[in-house]
């Protein structure tokens, strides 16, 4: 078993060799510049991480983790376009720097190589890698149709922004872990866990990114700051806001979602002093934590040793606690 520390770096290394560059420049160049701004490689980490914890061969999961990266960052540039966001990890969106059409265009090839990247695995284990990877993505794009329905309605419910950010986010770590348990040929009772344990962890994990949109470092977290509150984003912090807010304050957060307005500025500010008024974030770190013993708890029914856990269980926690 490796060190999670060496399998960072693997990872790291795996996709550092990867180029995209080719014709026609027009497609592949937004392409490549998408790949090359880095970001934590957390689903195709968790492939690894999955393999070597069943004791597969690295080399055997490389493909389906270069898969998954690819499928990611294929929702990433289409999200991107419909959230109007102009910076990710810190550098210009695709949309930004080379036009919505060639970041759709690219998005698409994105897509299709993820699938091809995934055909040159093992033959016999193509079909459930397929089919893992079709029905997460679907899942996905069920997840941004509700968000983006959810800045439209007053009556989302925390329930529901629960089970968008499942769709959104969470499943996908779920396929992850799930990826790297077939390339390592698991158990049915492991992967099931598995999953689990991805699902509880990538809510956690998103919840996390919400109290980070308005309490973090531009530069640590690379994004710009309040983005989701400037999109009206009904986050968790807003359905909390609103449900423990007295009548007064609950109606100025609702029309500060509802109102079209260009001083950003002045919104972001009046609705995180809301927020901070009725304790929004200490309420979301608590239910961090809970979905966060949720996910270990799953980890403890995976069949192996407890030492071979441990890679997951650290990163868990530095993901919670993460800045950016």
């Not at 993820?114 to 794009?141: F, G, N, R």
Request: charged letters at 30%; aromatic letters at 8%; hydrophobic letters at 40%.
């Amino acid at each position: 078993m490796e060190s999670l520390e060496k399998i960072q770096q693997y990872v790291t290394e795996l996709f550092a060799k990867l180029n995209f560059e080719k014709q026609p420049l027009m497609l592949y160049e937004p392409f490549q510049y998408t790949m090359s701004l880095g970001g934590k490689r957390l689903r195709p980490l968790l492939v690894m991480l999955t393999a070597d914890m069943f004791s597969a061969d690295l080399k055997d999961a490389e493909n389906a983790a270069i898969a998954v990266e690819l499928a990611h960052n294929f929702t990433l540039l289409h999200d991107d376009i419909m959230d109007a966001s102009p910076l990710r990890r810190g550098k210009p969106t695709v949309y930004q720097k080379f036009g919505t059409d060639k970041a759709i265009l690219s998005g698409d090839v994105m897509y299709a190589k993820a699938y091809e990247y995934l055909l040159k695995c093992d033959t016999e284990k193509i079909p459930a890698l397929v089919k893992t990877l079709t029905s997460v993505l679907v899942q996905v794009c069920e997840g941004q149709a509700y968000d983006m329905d959810f800045e439209q309605r007053n009556d989302v419910t925390r329930r529901e922004y629960i089970t968008m950010i499942s769709l959104k986010t969470a499943v996908l770590l779920a396929a992850s872990l799930k990826t790297g348990a077939i390339i390592a040929n698991a158990d049915a009772q492991s992967m099931n866990a598995l999953s689990e344990f991805g699902l509880y962890l990538g809510i956690a994990f998103q919840l996390q990114d919400d109290i980070l949109d308005c309490w973090s470092d531009l530069n640590e977290f690379g994004k710009v700051i309040g983005s989701d509150i400037v999109d009206n984003k009904k986050t968790i912090l807003f359905l909390s806001a609103v449900e423990k807010a007295n009548d007064e304050d609950a109606k100025e957060l609702i029309t500060w979602y509802l109102e079209k307005t260009t001083d950003f500025q002045k919104k972001k500010q009046r609705v995180i002093e809301l927020f901070e008024k009725y304790n929004v974030k200490e309420d979301v770190e608590q239910m961090i934590g809970q979905y966060t013993i949720k996910a270990l708890e799953a980890l403890d029914k995976i069949t192996v040793e407890e030492e071979r856990k441990e890679n997951l269980r650290t990163l868990a926690k530095q993901l919670i606690n993460r800045k950016k």
